[in-house]
């Protein structure tokens, strides 16, 4: 009986997570041609250019000079960014019930802002961009196959990668014990933030936006909790 009641709290914890993962599919169906997300891509390189911090070609280039690193960064960029994020979620629901909500809300705030920017304003990566100095065997990654059903091409603005890395590593940051555990997370988002530039996936700015997001997510998320408080606090019995 109790199993089956951990069950149905798991799932019913666990049901907005779902929902807006699910929302990416539905950005890759409705991705649009080309012409317009290399547009916004060659603006932000130009906007970069002007400030005279578009680097992350040499950075790429410098990863490229050693193909283990880059392997493991291209690998890391698909295969961990997501497991991190809900491996997180799940050790809050295990170990820290009370903070899970919060956690929680703020994920499914920041990834519900994050595919209304991917369908409004969608955004190629710098590295499908030839004469930006990328490597041409980077630049159709992610057009074909289950990739490319699974996400849209031109999610690059703001970075996903560098949202969920800040919301992981504020929730373990402070709710790990550990004091190594805290300064590894607070490390996470500095070695997701290198990742996504050696691969040609985002420029700095997409991080930036991706911040945003991040703290925008968060807002929402204590404003949902303060709403919840309110209304519980006005149904008790006076």
Known sequence: MATDRTWARAARDAWPVVVVLALCPIVAVLAPGPAGPLARIRELIEDERSLGLFFEPSVHAWAAARPPLLGIAQFAYVGVHLPVMLGVLAWTWFARPRAFPLARNTFVCAQALATIGYVL?????????????????????????????????YAAMPSGHAAFALIAAGIVATQA???????????????VLGE???????????????????????????????????????????
């Open 196 to 238: 996504i530039m050696v691969t040609g996936n985002h420029l700095w700015l997409d991080a930036v936006a991706g911040a945003a997001v991040a703290g925008a997510g968060f807002a929402l998320a204590r404003g949902l909790s303060a709403v919840r408080m309110s209304r519980r606090l006005r149904s008790l019995p006076t």
């Open 121 to 153: 304003v969608p955004t190629a990566p710098p590295r499908m961009v030839p004469e930006a100095g990328y490597g041409a065997d980077l630049v159709q990654t992610g057009q074909h196959g289950l990739e490319r059903l699974a996400m849209s091409p």
């Open 177 to 191: 014990r550990s004091r190594a555990v805290r300064l590894a997370a607070l490390a996470y988002p500095v070695v």
